[in-house]
């Protein structure tokens, strides 16, 4: 365990970072120390990623200093962060498969000797990596050999081969079994004694209690704060992952709509393996559930089963006009469903393609071919939209990809709204955009499902900001470890209670 | 967006100009434009148009005439690559349809021999739809079967001979025959351009292939269709190949398996690409495909009347489809800014 007394080995101070329209880090601060495993906490756009990005030379910091051993750098590219020290494994394990180990762990700087590889060398190079991590295997054979678990390790020992001084592992046990996270982190805790300074960037809370001395929270592109492990509990944790409470209690619930209506969509046991647990749901007319959970709690994948999105393996879904399963989106959509994506980029705009056409193309391809609304129809269809919804466009024309991040939100909604669905599925509809276009959208999103004569849409509401799904939702599901663990209903949503769900033990299957 | 601006004497006065420039159309015409301009200056006669026998004659004629199968295979192709896509075997299915005519016109008749020549076209662009849409291969490999295996068949088909045709005359109408004064080819891809257009601008099939072609993906969360997008512009593709391959072995009056649109494909992805469309999918242009079609037979046909080694020919067209495409990259217009 460290103490602030030692110097930090890296140290990063007021790092700003910008993109057109989202700003991605704002006076963000970092310190790692040497023989430490430093946890880098966040939700789902809380700035991880950037941060890393900035640390390995990806991106160049608007504002800030980043010091090594109290050095200033400044890396320009990866490879200034790798002279420094820096090392990365990336999630994806980015290896040769079908070259062998030891060709894989010194690729790029091979030991020479006459000009030539020097073979024995490269394998004598690679088991002392190796060993080092207390590995030993067939540097000879070919990578594609070994399972993930070990290819992690060789990806490991890659970036420990040159002077490695700070280690970060950007979410390397996502695609690991508990066997395969356990050895990883037996190797991870000898680097660590060794001197290491470890940044370990993952979304599980039990690992990082498992590994971590100390835990970095960011939220929404801001540090949250720097913690010791032992001194932060988990509900803490989680309560800073997500967000504090709201400032004041809502004064929703008073101009609520009367009691919501019917069923318009039941799903039963709708699972798909590896993906969610078999989940039953119940969305009646006018009603907004929220789901909450964390990163990798189901909250997504359950998305993206009920629109068809994703194929389901088990279970089935009844809505006024159809029992079973979607085969593709298109059943969903001709059932009345909508389904905004997280991912905006790719999975939402086209971005070369004008605003009008992008609101347009929803409701086209459920018209078909053949009905081509005439110009002027169009014009007036998007203009519409563009005004209920304060799209901040130069014209319909411009296109979409123009727009900043809030506006082609907005856009992308409008397309559904266009097609007047009768669930509407919102998948992180906030993320990357402002404070001011966050209260604009969930004021919209409670304004159409709370209609006074109760026609209203029904709504499922996903956010990673727990004080939006609460202010925004009159049923709350929660998700943990890809299956549901608890539904609030009106007059039960209590932020507390429903951290403490979030954040609970894992169940063990 | 970054169209650098146009070199002007006045710069007080650049926004009607530079706008026209910044039209997609704008480069290939000017393209077009030079060209023009380059062979009338070098060959003899070149702008002359004379009315013999009630027809219309002349390099330009020639020149529209000669393009006609490239700007029918252009106009398919335009479509397969806006789904980001490529087809490679259009050559080979213009040797299967001409092949398939030229057996049958003789015994069977003309309209028998048509429709069996567009349906082995329509069989083609079926099996490149499939493998491209049901079975995920990738456009350039799928393609790439028929590519080698189409000419393959038309060879079997005809014993490897050529196959001359003397008659019904009726059959050498569609490539050699005239119309109200000019060349049939010049109504044959009028028509199809013209449906063509039609269909994308007044059904949605043009908003979909774009959307498919920029991002599949959100294609498909918004409900389009998106494999029958993609199967649609093969076949489409394929039937314009089958087009062409009726007219150029009704103009040459006989099915050459071996030679007959050999390269025809590579000709109609130049030619997309000289209209400004881009490789990568997305946004596209019939217009532009047919002004770089006409591009590509204006300079064969110069180079041609120019009396160069025939030879040279590809090293001279090489050169010039170099120059065209470098000023159509972003890189060199961001280079030229800086």
Known sequence: MTTTAQQPVLALTGIHKSFPGVKALTDVSLRLFPGEVHALMGQNGAGKSTLIKVLTGLYQPDAGVIKLNGETIAPRRTEDAQQHGIRTVYQEVNLCPNLSVAENICAGRFPRKWGRIDWPAVHAEARRVLAQMDIDIDVTAPLSRYSLSIQQMVAIARALRISARVLILDEPTSSLDDA?????????????????????????????YALADRITVMRNGETEGEYLASDLSRLALVNKMVGAPPDQQPTRLDSRAPQTGAPVLKAE????????????????????????????SGRTEAARLLFGADAADTGHLTTDSHRGRWSSPRDAIAA?????????????????????????????????????????????????????????????????????????????????????????????????????????????????????????????????????????????????????????????????????????????? | MNAPSLTMSTPSAPSALSRAWRHPLARPLAALALLLGFAAFTVPGFLHLEIKDGHLYGSLVDILHRAAPLMLAALGMTLVIATRGIDVSVGAVVAIAGTVACLLVGSHGLAVALAAALGAALLCGLWNGLLVSALGLQPIIATLILMVAGRGLAQLLTDGQILTVY??????????????????????????????????????????????????????????????????????????????????????????????????????????????????????????????????????STIYALGVPPQVTMVVKAVVVFAVCISQSSAWSTWRKA
């Open chain 1, 180 to 208: 395969a996270v356990q050895r990883l982190f037996t190797v991870l805790r000898r680097l660590r004694d060794q001197g290491l300074a470890i940044l370990f960037v993952t979304h599980f809370l039990d690992q990082t």
């Open chain 1, 269 to 296: 046991g709708l699972g798909r393996r590896g993906a969610l647990h078999p989940l039953d749901l119940e969305l009646r007319r006018g009603e907004v559930l929220g789901l909450a959970g964390l990163l990798g």
């Open chain 1, 336 to 509: 009345g469903l909508a389904f905004c994506s997280e991912d905006r980029k790719h999975e939402g705009a086209i971005p070369d393609l004008s605003v009008r056409d992008n609101i347009l193309l929803a409701l086209q391809a459920r018209t078909g071919l053949g009905l081509c609304m005439s110009h002027e129809q169009q014009q007036a269809l998007a203009d519409d939209y563009i005004q209920r919804l304060g799209i901040k466009t130069a014209s319909a024309d411009t296109p979409i990809g123009q727009l900043s991040g809030g506006n082609q939100q907005k856009a992308l909604l409008a397309r559904w709204l266009a097609t007047e669905p009768a669930v509407l599925i919102l998948d992180e509809p906030t993320r990357g955009i402002d404070v001011r276009a966050k209260e604009d959208l969930m004021d919209a999103v409670r304004a159409l499902a709370h209609k006074a004569d109760g026609a209203g849409m029904s709504i499922v509401f996903i956010s990673s900001e727990l004080p939006e799904v609460l202010h925004c939702s009159d049923r709350v599901l929660v998700l943990r470890d890809r299956r549901a663990a608890g539904l609030y209903g009106r007059g039960e949503l209590d932020e507390r209670s429903v951290l403490e769900v979030i954040a609970a033990e894992p169940v063990t299957a």
């Open chain 2, 167 to 300: 008659e019904p005359a009726s059959f050498f109408w569609l490539g050699g025959g005239w119309l109200l004064g000019l060349p049939v080819s010049l109504f044959v891809v009028a028509v199809v351009g013209g449906l063509t257009a039609l269909l994308m601008k007044r059904t949605a099939l043009g908003l979909f292939i774009q959307t498919v072609g920029i991002n599949p993906v959100a294609a498909r969360l918004a409900g389009v269709r998106t494999a029958a997008i993609v199967f649609f512009v093969y076949v489409y593709c394929s039937l314009g190949a089958g087009l062409a391959g009726l007219m150029i072995s009704s103009n040459i009056k006989s099915a050459d398996a071996n030679n007959a649109g050999l390269l025809l494909e590579l000709d109609a992805i130049l030619a997309v690409t000289l209209g400004g469309g881009q490789l990568s999918g997305g946004k596209f242009s019939l217009a532009g495909s047919l002004i770089g079609a006409l591009i590509i037979q204006t300079l064969t």
